[in-house]
């Protein structure tokens, strides 16, 4: 059997950066900057101006940037927050933790996105907030949503923990709403060597109070000035993100040059995300649907494909939160995309000859399925 053909290939990008990545350990080896400090102040510089915001608070992990935005913007208990039955469980746990309540709403068939008109139809008294959740690497519809937030006075937070770089229209994710959550985990198209979060915000007083949440409540040393976690990013971190930051754009046009090479291999049977003109996607996944899912899953794992799932059960249906104010019938599609989606490998170093492996296989084990 030919090699085979990894879902992720984290290895491949680290490779041309190994001597600037061991640069930066040993920069904050020598500073002793291990939490927060230069390094993530630095980054968080950084990264604002990427994302066009004039703030980023650094924190530990992408759920961490969800909760600490919300609480920061005093929502919490007693508070519903929309949240798309669509999604990795993150987006609604951020919610929870932050004491307010996640109400789902269905997803558009095509994009797997916030539906803002199912969103608009779970709107109450309650409701404090609604999460645009890009995911996959395409931007929300972020006119439709903007629109939906201001007719109801609600808060706009955005979950792009999936969509570093991506667009709505000419503006980049970051700064739509209150403020944009994104998650470094080591397979994002920018990734830590470890885990990370941030929040990047136009909110001054926002970004203020993240800035204590994340640290203890510490307004300065000794100084705490609110009930705080312990949720900051660390300056190693930090560090190695700088080193990736300046390739993101670069990775990006690769990772949309390979998924253009599966749209011309892949066969029909397979239905591909749709691609809005308004939001070109950075495919941090690649997904396609097929209503036997889990065969092909199986049938391309035994040819030695990679494949991952994103994501099943839908939101509403895990036993956390089953109770919720959202019944499974209510939420058609996102039940449809979570017994459907299969992701195929989708990293920026992927090879023509591995595009060309991967739909092979696709379309060999489809065309024994169907016979």
Not at 96 to 101: F, K, R, S
Not at 110 to 124: C, I, K, M, N
Not at 142 to 164: P, V, Y
Not at 212 to 221: E, P, T, Y
Request: glycine share 8%; proline share 5%.
């Amino acid at each position: 059997m030919p090699d085979a053909v990894p879902f992720v290939a984290l290895g491949r990008q680290h490779e041309p950066l190994r001597h600037e990545l061991r640069a930066a350990f040993e920069r904050v080896l020598e500073t002793d900057g291990y939490i927060l400090g230069e390094e993530v102040e630095r980054f968080e510089e950084e990264f604002a101006a990427y994302c066009g915001t004039r703030h980023c608070v650094g924190v530990a992990s992408g759920t961490a940037a969800i909760a600490l935005a919300l609480i920061a913007a005093g929502i919490g208990p007693g508070d519903e927050v929309i949240v798309p039955a669509h999604t990795f469980i993150a987006s609604a746990l951020g919610v929870t933790h932050a004491g307010a309540t996640p109400v789902f709403c269905d997803v558009e068939p095509g994009t797997g996105l916030v539906d803002a008109a199912s969103a608009e139809s779970v709107v109450s008294e309650h409701t404090a907030a609604v999460v645009a959740v890009h995911l996959y690497g395409q931007a929300c519809d972020m006119d439709a949503l903007r629109a939906l937030s201001e007719r109801h006075g609600l808060a706009l937070f955005e979950d792009s923990a999936q969509a570093h770089g991506a667009r709505w229209r000419d503006e980049r994710v970051g700064g739509f709403g209150r403020a944009s959550c994104f998650s470094f985990y080591p397979s994002k198209n920018l990734g830590a060597l470890g885990d990370g979060g941030a929040i990047c915000t136009n909110d001054d007083e926002l970004a203020e109070r993240a800035r204590w949440l994340r640290h203890i409540g510490q307004r300065a040393k000794g100084e705490h000035v609110t009930i705080g976690f312990n949720e900051r990013l660390d300056g190693l971190q930090a560090a190695f993100l700088r080193v990736k930051l300046p390739h993101l754009d670069g990775w990006i046009e690769a990772r949309r040059a390979a998924a253009a090479a599966y749209a011309e291999r892949l066969p029909g049977d397979l239905r591909l995300l749709e691609e809005r003109p308004e939001s070109p996607c950075t495919y941090h996944l690649f997904p396609v649907r097929l209503a036997d899912r889990d065969s092909l899953a199986a049938a391309l794992g035994a040819d030695g494909v990679g494949t991952g799932v994103h994501y099943h059960p839908a939101m509403h249906r895990h036993p956390p939160y089953r109770d919720h104010r959202r019944a499974a019938e209510d939420c058609p599609e996102a039940a449809a995309w979570a017994a459907e989606e299969l992701s195929l490998p989708m990293f920026e170093t992927i090879t023509e000859a591995e595009l060309e492996r991967v739909a092979d296989a696709c379309a060999r084990n489809l065309a024994r399925a169907s016979r």
